[in-house]
Structures are given as C-alpha cells and as structure tokens.
C-alpha cells in the first residue's frame, strides 16, 4: 500500500536499532504483520529477537488501515506523489475499498491527485507507478507515460528518466556553482579584512610586540596578495557577465508559466555578490598601493628588534620592485570596470580605507 523506504532510509533504520535496540514493537493484526516490516527485517539482519504487540493492545480505536498510514505519515516524509499513489491504491482494494475522498483526507492530498494517481495505478506498466513511489517521477510525468499504449511506455520511461537525471545533473552544477562563487567571495573579504586590519592599526600608530608582529605579517600577506589582481579581475568580469546572462534568462523564463527560475535568481544574487565584493577588493588593493609607504615608515619606526626591520625591508624591496606592475593592473583594472556595461549594483564599501578609482 505504501512505499518501501529508500535504501538510505532503510539503512538508518538499521543502524538505529543496532545501537538503541528495537523501540517501538512490531504491530500485528490477524497473525501478520501490520505495522513494522521494515523494523522486522532489521532485527532479523541483526540478530535481534524482535518484539510483538497485537494491534488491539496499542489502545487505538481506529481502524487497522487507518493506523498504519497515520503511524507511516508520522514517521516517514512522504512526497505528495507517494501519498498520492497510496491513497490511489486504498480506493482500489477489492476488500473494503475507499472513496477518493476518504482516501484523499487520509493521506492528505487532494481529490485530483487521488483521481490522477488512480489513472497511472490503473493504466501505467508496474515500473512507472515504482518509479513515483521512488520519488524520481512526478504525477505529470507519470501521466503522460500512462496515456500512451502499454509497449510505448518503457521507452517513455526511459526518456523521462534521462530527463530527470539531466535535470539532477543541472541541479548540482548550480549548486557547486554557488558554492565556488560563494568561496570566491570569502576570500575576497578576508583580503580586504586584512587591508582594513593594517590601515587601523597603521592609522593608530601605537603597538606592542604581539601587535607589531601582527601587523608586519599582515603587510606581507597584502603584498602578496597583490599578485592577485589580474585574477580578481576575471573573476569580477566573469561574475558580472554571468549576472547580465542570468538577468536575460529569467526575463525570458518568467514568461513561461509553469517554469520556476528559483535557482536561477540565488545563482544570480550570488554572482551580484562575487562582483560587489571582488569591485570593493581592487579598491581596497588601490589605496593600500597609495598608502603602502606611510604604512611601513609607520612599523618601521616601531621596531624594537634587527629581524622585525630586516622583514620589513624584505618586505619594502618586494613591493618597490613590483610596484610598477601592480599600479598598471590596478588602473587598467578599474579602467576596465567603468567600460563594462552591466546592470550590477557596485555597492559602496564602508570606511576611509576605500577611495573612489583614479581619474
């Protein structure tokens, strides 16, 4: 009547009773099982002699069948479809069958889902209706499989489960798509964090050892991180043409009804996201460039100790003989940024750290 549990939801049961022994006994009526063949199984797998309770003893007045499905809607989280097809088969009991809308406030759906349920159980190949009871095929789908002749419906089948697996596919390169843009962007605000780290402690000008020490590593790792620009800016360009793309792509889609672009408009306030964040971070680069020198003199002068001054000297040397470059890739990179032509809301970063681009 209802669908076995998954593979995974099986398993879970079994490790379930294997540490904390069977909870809840299993239900019999009329010398079978009613309630607790999975839980059964389990304790067969594992050794464990199970434990029985006639359904007259749990106390509940319902009916036997009524228990059950109210006892497996507590327990398991069945898709409307699931519950669909369960309800589709209680009306097509040859003992005691229920109408559809008995059978729809039992497994709460609606009396069409029941309707339409009853046309796949009754028209659809047994591997359709398994496939639903899987939750890898919708109502929808099911039905337009069971419309067509009995020999058609396996390669429907087989069509509908290549699209769906495509679709899943899709689903987790978006997903793994937010998640890399999403990386990006930490990165990024770590960075200007750092930035922002040494322009407060710079700008304070009082420092104790731990400080002091602080202080110069974060400079060198400023440095170092200006060999990022050019990358920073791809990954700035490629967020903002994937934002103009997406912002197409659901004006086009909201058109259609029936297409949901939920996932696309997360993908696109993730890449609005990158773009902001990797704008605020060639600013910040750019006026830690301007500044880098006050900076230094700025430790320099606090150091107590030949090894603190000889790191920052390292770390001067570095910059002087990269600076050229690192002045160029910051103005063509913001050069860059005033022609790209996109709808991208260049949020204004806080603080006097960031300054407007050069003119």
């Not at 006026?287 to 230094?296: Q, R």
């Not at 910059?319 to 991208?344: G, N, P």
Request: aromatic share 4%.
């Amino acid at each position: 009547m209802l669908p076995e549990p998954s593979t995974i939801e099986y398993a879970d049961l079994k490790t379930d009773i294997s540490h904390n022994g069977l909870i809840d006994p299993i239900v019999l009526f009329d010398e079978q099982i009613l309630d607790g063949r999975s839980r059964y199984n389990c304790c067969l797998e594992l050794g464990i002699k199970p434990k029985y309770i006639q359904f007259e003893e749990t106390g509940h007045k319902c009916s036997p069948k009524s228990y059950v499905i109210s006892k497996n809607l507590q327990r398991r989280h069945l898709t409307t479809e699931q519950r669909g097809i369960a309800a589709a088969k209680l009306t097509t009991l040859e003992t005691d069958p229920l109408t559809k809308e008995e059978a729809a406030v039992l497994l709460n759906v609606s009396k069409s889902t029941v309707t339409r349920a009853r046309n796949i159980v009754k028209d659809a190949i047994p591997e359709v209706q398994q496939e639903v009871e899987r939750g890898m095929l919708n109502i929808a789908q099911a039905e337009r499989i069971a419309k067509k002749p009995a020999k058609e419906q396996a390669a429907a089948l087989a069509s509908e489960r290549s699209k769906v697996e495509e679709s899943r596919q899709k689903s987790s390169e978006i997903k793994k798509a937010q998640a890399a843009t999403q990386a990006a962007a930490t990165q990024a605000e770590k960075a200007i964090a750092t930035y922002t780290d040494i322009h407060t402690l710079c700008k304070n000008g009082q420092y104790d050892g731990k400080k002091l020490r602080k202080a110069i590593l974060q400079l060198q790792a400023a440095v170092d991180d200006l060999a990022s620009i050019d990358t920073v800016v791809a990954e700035m360009l490629e967020a903002g043409h994937a934002y103009h793309n997406l912002s197409v792509a659901i004006d086009v889609l909201a058109k259609h009804p029936g297409i949901t672009v939920e996932s696309l408009k997360k993908n696109q306030v993730a890449k609005q996201h990158q773009y902001d964040v990797s704008h605020q971070k060639l600013l910040a680069m750019r006026k830690f460039i301007d500044e880098f020198t006050t900076a230094a003199e700025s430790l320099f002068s606090a150091c107590s100790t030949s090894d603190e001054q000889d790191l920052l000297l390292e770390i001067q040397n570095t910059f002087t003989e990269r600076k050229t470059s690192f002045d160029e890739s910051i103005d063509h990179a913001l050069a860059t940024v005033k022609l790209q032509v996109l709808t991208v809301t260049e949020a204004a970063p806080p603080g006097d750290w960031f300054s407007a681009p050069r003119k």
